[in-house]
């Protein structure tokens, strides 16, 4: 009975793998992003790339750390969980108070919030959550085999 008690919980190393793993995209994937987002124009890459490739990404973003924070969460439900942020956060770009603008006008407050709402960027934020689900699955395929 003493070994049971000592054993660490059945599940618990999974998640934590599932973490460190995701957490590790997240960085990558927000360095892309960033990359993108100084670097793009200068770089040569059309409007339509930067726009719509920083918002790809930073659904992928998101994706990913929802599973960092809820790494016992299907794939499924981390995506479902993703979109819902998602569109809140573009649904917020529809209000407008000084508080919220002003963070806005902010490097963080562009990145994190944007600024003008667009119906295009929720068809960028699916196509990320996609992204950020299909390297979530790579992922796990490279740590099975």
Not at 60 to 83: D, E, S, Y
Not at 111 to 132: D, H, K, T
Request: proline share 5%.
């Amino acid at each position: 009975m003493e070994a049971i008690h000592g054993a660490p919980p059945v599940n618990t190393i999974a998640p934590r793998r599932r973490r460190l793993i995701r957490a590790g995209l997240a960085l990558l994937v927000i360095a892309c992003g960033l990359g993108l987002r100084w670097c793009g124009f200068p770089l040569g890459f059309p409007a339509f790339v930067v726009k719509y490739g920083g918002s790809l990404l930073w659904a992928t973003m998101v994706f990913l750390l929802v599973g960092v924070l809820l790494p016992r969460l299907t794939r499924t439900q981390i995506a479902t969980t993703a979109i819902m942020i998602a569109v809140l956060v573009e649904l917020s770009r529809l209000v407008h108070t000084p508080w919220l603008d002003a963070f806005r006008l902010t490097t963080a407050g562009a990145l994190l919030l944007g600024r003008i709402f667009s119906l295009w960027n929720l068809v960028a934020y699916a196509v990320g959550i996609a992204f950020g689900v299909w390297i979530d699955w790579l992922a796990q395929l490279r740590r099975v085999g």
